[in-house]
């Protein structure tokens, strides 16, 4: 009875199996793709600012804009995540990684603030080799998050930001070393090591990243 009602139906009554009722939201990528561009952007400022630190005022608003448009970015993708019925990742997936990627944008303003705060005049070397190494792993994170669906690379760029890491924690152990192995005034102490913190625990939040778009490309892969 029903089959007989259904071929006798009009035709606007009948479904249409080639429509499809919804389709996943590939904003997300493009988001992701933004927010990994502007770390790229606030690592190459923090190494400048750590390069010429007599700039640094100018420097840090500069980089203080790319965070705020960060933000900008990261409230975008909640509120797609709330409207979009079908999401191409896992919902705490999306969640988890704009946020990693947002946190990596605020610690390096947090650097650039504190080069500003304490008053820093004169370069230092471990500040600019820790600087670089973020912006090394910077441009790794834009790689990965353009091949998010691409376990194979994905384990490459994995394997890239790990060996950043390692290094970073090496140019870290050593400068912060440095600096109780010199006569150095103490308040110099302070400061540096306030501002090697925050570099190291930058490099670790892109190492972070980048174990989330590892699970993420094993679980769509």
Sequence with gaps: MVMRWFLSA?????????????????????????LAEYIGQSARLLKTLLETPADAARIAADIKKVETDGDAIVHLINQRIDTSFVTPLDREDIHLLAKRLDNVIDIINGAARRVVMFRVTIAR??????????????????????????????????????????EGDAL??????????????????????????????????????????????????
């Excluded at 009554?13 to 933004?34: A, G, I």
């Excluded at 998050?145 to 690379?153: G, L, Q």
């Design 10 to 34: 009009p035709r606007f009554l009948q479904p249409t199996p080639s429509v499809k009722l919804f389709s996943k939201d590939e904003t997300f990528f493009d988001h992701f793709r933004q």
């Design 125 to 166: 070397t471990g500040g600019v080799q820790l600087a670089e190494v973020i912006v090394k792993a910077s441009a790794e994170i834009l790689e990965a998050v353009s091949d998010v669906t691409k376990p194979k690379r994905m384990a490459e760029h994995s394997r890239k930001i790990k060996l950043l890491e390692e």
């Design 172 to 221: 870290y152990a050593e400068y912060v070393g440095a600096l109780f192995e010199h006569d150095e005034p103490a308040i110099e102490v302070l400061k540096w090591k306030e501002i090697y913190d925050a570099l190291e625990h930058a490099i670790d939040e892109c190492d972070d990243v980048s174990n989330v778009l590892a699970s993420i490309a094993l679980k769509n892969s």
